[in-house]
Antibody, heavy 118, light 109 residues
Framework: EVQLVESGGGLIQPGGSLRLSCAASGFTVSSNYMSWVRQAPGKGLEWVSVIYSGGSTYYADSVKGRFTISRDNSKNTLYLQMNSLRAEDTAVYYC????????????WGQGTLVTVSS | QSVLTQPPSASGTPGQRVTISCSGSSSNIGSNYVYWYQQLPGTAPKLLIYRNNQRPSGVPDRFSGSKSGTSASLAISGLRSEDEADYYCAAWDDSLRGVFGGGTKLTVL
């Protein structure tokens, strides 16, 4: 059975750092395209980042230079390193398997909440 | 302000057909595939339509997608109470990023 389980969310002060994890089972992360999408409280979905199987990465302008998407093939896990966090980064972060066109598709995690506040 | 434009709300009665529009530009919808997602309250989004008009297995054929130029539409026929949810369109943009619509809240009256 395919499953994606996010972890690492929590309360963090502005300017701080956090690393989100997305542990996959039932398929191989490194052989697939993987993405992060976020949703601020009461707001719509926002595309954050994608990593292709070949290693290419792309980011939303709002997080470029602050967030880094990566994966650990030995752990079959996707990561999102978030630095210089701002209040506007407060959201539920979802990982999802992505299509070759960089968009999330069939498998999604349950989401992990990141709250940036002093 | 979302890159793709959707109406904030839509509604219909059971059995009715409703459509949700999604407007973009030549750099996203005009040159790339459109995806649609359904999000029920308190749950993760679910893929509804991919590559403009393709349905994943398990998605009822009551849901259909179409694209013309820089706009796309999601149609739901035979509306049911369980279709009440938020719907989002998305596309890849040629500036090398994904873009979403602001979402449409569908109410089944």
């Amino acid at each position: 059975e395919v499953q994606l389980v996010e972890s690492g969310g929590g309360l963090i002060q502005p300017g701080g750092s956090l690393r989100l994890s997305c542990a996959a089972s039932g398929f191989t992360v490194s052989s697939n395209y993987m993405s992060w999408v976020r949703q601020a409280p009461g707001k719509g979905l926002e595309w954050v980042s994608v990593i292709y199987s070949g290693g290419s990465t792309y980011y939303a302008d709002s997080v470029k230079g602050r967030f880094t998407i990566s994966r650990d093939n030995s752990k079959n896990t996707l990561y999102l390193q978030m630095n210089s966090l701002r209040a506007e980064d407060t959201a539920v972060y979802y990982c999802a398997r992505a299509s070759p066109w960089g968009l999330p598709q069939d498998y999604w995690g349950q989401g992990t909440l990141v709250t940036v506040s002093s | 302000q979302s890159v793709l434009t959707q109406p904030p709300s839509a509604s219909g009665t059971p059995g009715q057909r409703v459509t949700i529009s999604c407007s973009g530009s030549s750099s996203n919808i005009g040159s790339n595939y459109v995806y649609w997602y359904q999000q029920l309250p308190g749950t993760a989004p679910k893929l509804l339509i991919y590559r403009n008009n393709q349905r994943p297995s398990g998605v009822p054929d009551r849901f259909s997608g179409s694209k013309s130029g820089t706009s796309a539409s999601l149609a739901i026929s035979g509306l049911r109470s369980e279709d009440e949810a938020d719907y989002y369109c998305a596309a890849w943009d040629d500036s090398l990023r994904g873009v979403f619509g602001g979402g449409t809240k569908l109410t089944v009256l």
